[in-house]
Each structure stands twice: as C-alpha cells, then as structure tokens.
C-alpha cells in the first residue's frame, strides 16, 4: 500500500498568506485534506514536528463511518509548501493558519479538535484565538496527545539538540536524509519498533523528500524557543477554559514520557471548568495514533459521548487503554 500517493490524492490546496512580520507576507501553498462522512460530527487534527497529517491515516481510516474529519500540513511540513531561511516558522503564524481554516474555509461552528505533539502548542494557542472570536468559536472538546507540551520535564534527544542548536543545525540536516530520518522515527517513537519498509514509515520518508523537508528542519524546529517562552502560559489558559479537555497519552514515549502528562494533569487539567479526563495508553510510544489507532478511536468517540465512564480498561482488556482519572465537572 502507498500511503502517500493515497493521502495526497485526495487533498486539495488552500493559498494563506504569512502573518509573521518577518516573513513579509509571503503566500504559501498548504496542503489541505478533508475525509470521513459529509455531515457527521466535525472532528480536526492537527499534525506535530516533524511530521504531517499523514499521521492521521489509520485512526481517519477507524473514524470515517462517524466523523466528518478536517487536516492540513503547516508551511514546513508533509506536503505544504516549505520555504527555506530566512522564512521564520512560528507557533502563532500556524495558530492563525489553523484558525483561519477552522472559520473561513472549512466554516465549522461545531466541531472537536485533536492534537498532537507540536499540534497541542498551535492547538491550545488556537483556542485562545477562536475564544476571541465575535461570536466565539471553541471546539466542543480539545484531546490532547503524545506531546513535550511542559518542556522542564522532556527528554529532548539529541537530533533534535543538534538541529535546535544554531552552531549545529545546519550540518546536522544536511547531514540527514529523508528515509534516514524517517527509519530513526520507526526505531525510537512508534510500538512495536517499525523498519523502513513498513507501509507508514515508507510514506513518512516520502513527506520528508517532498519539497526538500529535511533542509528546513533547522528552522522548523525553533518553535521549541516559542514553547518554552510561552507553554505556561497557555497551560494556564487553559485550566480556565470551559472547553472539555481529554488527554490521551502513549505508556512507552520517552521523548515526551508519561511525567509529563501527570504533571499538566495535576497542575492545570484535573480540576479546570468542563469534562476532563485523562487515559494512558499501555502499548503506544509517541505515535500512539498509528500504534493504536483502534483505541484512540474508541475514545475520541467517548469523549464526542460525553457520558460518565468508570475508571477501567477500554473494553475491560488487560492491554485496553487506561482510564486514570476524570476531573469534577
């Protein structure tokens, strides 16, 4: 199966102009895809670094019968247009994107929003943006995933240091090629661990070839500067937002590991205005969404639910998804 000759064949362009002052309003292609049942319940989800919507092709593929389901690549990413230095890539400029697209293109009044990894920055930043709105337009629920989203209690590896690092960032992509980087990610972030030829790390190698990803990689990684300059910040937006927030986190990520997740749940997530609740996911790394797109899937349709759940396993299986906790409402 060629994952990424399906994924790009069935999505369209949309034209957005950089809100970045830097970048002087350049115009920029981004990819766009909409899949699932026109008219079902609306569901968007938003892509992390450094990676793309293609993420999202087996848990849209579990999804399709009850979500109408919305994605888009950033500029730097999948199959978006990737302009190299010196365009800055931003958290806000993607935000303003997502939103942008959440009300002008897409046009959705209703809907819920999931996110991943880089995607829960933009996401919750989003949230304040589309709170702003006259009227306002908030998700219903907000799932936050796998995600370094309190970067005092990361792992960064060290790629991504060496990228980070204005000295090093350079010679450390140009060093990289895309079936390098895609077949590092199969090894380190998904469960079980995954070789070049798996179907999906294959398709990640092509998003990373496509438009010279691997040459913006020093660049696109600098929103961790933003993160870390603003992550508490939204975290505490957030805790008072009446939006239902759900987390939903893969057991076996080292990158982003389960501290983190227990720390904004306690800290921010747990007592905020809504229906909260917080899963842990026993056999997924970082990409839980490909390792155990059945069981995201069930709990994304939960959450759309909104019914009280017992603290237990998905499905009362040993290996089901744990529930750990559901915040008073």
Same mark, same amino acid.
């Given at each position: 199966?060629?994952?990424?000759?399906?994924?790009?064949?069935?999505?369209?362009?949309?034209?957005?102009?950089?809100?970045?002052?830097?970048?002087?309003?350049?115009?920029?292609?981004?990819?766009?895809?909409?899949?699932?049942?026109?008219?079902?319940?609306?569901?968007?989800?938003?892509?992390?670094?450094?990676?793309?919507?293609?993420?999202?092709?087996?848990?849209?593929?579990?999804?399709?019968?009850?979500?109408?389901?919305?994605?888009?690549?950033?500029?730097?990413?999948?199959?978006?247009?990737?302009?190299?230095?010196?365009?800055?890539?931003?958290?806000?400029?993607?935000?303003?994107?997502?939103?942008?697209?959440?009300?002008?293109?897409?046009?959705?009044?209703?809907?819920?929003? &999931?996110?991943?990894?880089?995607? +829960?920055? @933009?996401?919750?930043?989003?949230?304040?943006? $589309?709170?702003?709105?006259?009227? *306002? !337009?908030?998700?219903?629920?907000?799932?936050?995933?796998?995600?370094?989203?309190?970067?005092?209690?990361?792992?960064?590896?060290?790629?991504?240091?060496?990228?980070?690092?204005?000295?090093?960032?350079?010679?450390?992509?140009?060093?990289?090629?895309?079936?390098?980087?895609?077949?590092?990610?199969?090894?380190?972030?998904?469960?079980?661990?995954?070789?070049?030829?798996?179907?999906?790390?294959?398709?990640?190698?092509?998003?990373?070839?496509?438009?010279?990803?691997?040459?913006?990689?020093?660049?696109?990684?600098?929103?961790?500067?933003?993160?870390?300059?603003?992550?508490?910040?939204? &975290?505490?937006?957030?805790?008072? +937002?009446? @939006?239902?927030?759900?987390?939903?986190?893969? $057991?076996?990520?080292?990158?982003? *590991? !389960?501290?983190?997740?227990?720390?904004?749940?306690?800290?921010?997530?747990?007592?905020?205005?809504?229906?909260?609740?917080?899963?842990?996911?026993?056999?997924?790394?970082?990409?839980?969404?490909?390792?155990?797109?059945?069981?995201?899937?069930?709990?994304?349709?939960?959450?759309?639910?909104?019914?009280?759940?017992?603290?237990?396993?998905?499905?009362?299986?040993?290996?089901?998804?744990?529930?750990?906790?559901?915040?008073?409402?």
């Amino acid at each position: 199966m060629d994952i990424f000759a399906e994924w790009q064949s069935g999505g369209t362009e949309l034209r957005w102009r950089s809100t970045t002052a830097a970048n002087d309003g350049q115009e920029l292609t981004v990819f766009v895809r909409r899949c699932g049942t026109p008219g079902a319940p609306a569901l968007v989800l938003v892509h992390g670094f450094p990676t793309s919507s293609i993420d999202y092709f087996a848990l849209t593929r579990e999804l399709g019968n009850d979500f109408d389901m919305f994605v888009l690549d950033f500029p730097g990413y999948g199959m978006s247009e990737k302009p190299p230095a010196p365009h800055a890539y931003s958290l806000y400029d993607d935000a303003r994107l997502l939103v942008y697209a959440i009300t002008q293109v897409w046009k959705l009044s209703e809907f819920r929003m &999931l996110t991943h990894d880089r995607g +829960s920055s @933009v996401g919750m930043i989003a949230l304040e943006m $589309l709170a702003a709105q006259e009227p *306002p !337009v908030v998700p219903v629920d907000l799932i936050l995933t796998n995600a370094n989203i309190y970067l005092p209690l990361s792992n960064l590896t060290a790629f991504q240091t060496a990228l980070l690092d204005p000295a090093t960032g350079r010679d450390t992509a140009a060093a990289t090629t895309p079936e390098m980087l895609a077949a590092g990610l199969g090894l380190s972030t998904f469960m079980p661990r995954r070789t070049p030829d798996d179907p999906e790390i294959a398709a990640l190698a092509k998003c990373f070839a496509h438009n010279d990803g691997i040459r913006v990689l020093p660049d696109t990684i600098q929103y961790l500067n933003e993160r870390a300059a603003g992550e508490t910040s939204w &975290l505490e937006a957030l805790s008072k +937002s009446h @939006v239902n927030t759900t987390v939903v986190w893969g $057991l076996h990520d080292n990158v982003s *590991p !389960v501290r983190v997740p227990n720390y904004i749940w306690q800290t921010y997530l747990k007592t905020k205005p809504g229906k909260n609740r917080y899963w842990l996911v026993p056999g997924a790394d970082h990409y839980l969404q490909c390792d155990a797109p059945g069981q995201l899937a069930q709990i994304v349709r939960l959450t759309a639910q909104g019914e009280q759940i017992p603290l237990q396993t998905l499905g009362n299986r040993p290996d089901g998804a744990v529930l750990v906790d559901e915040g008073a409402s």
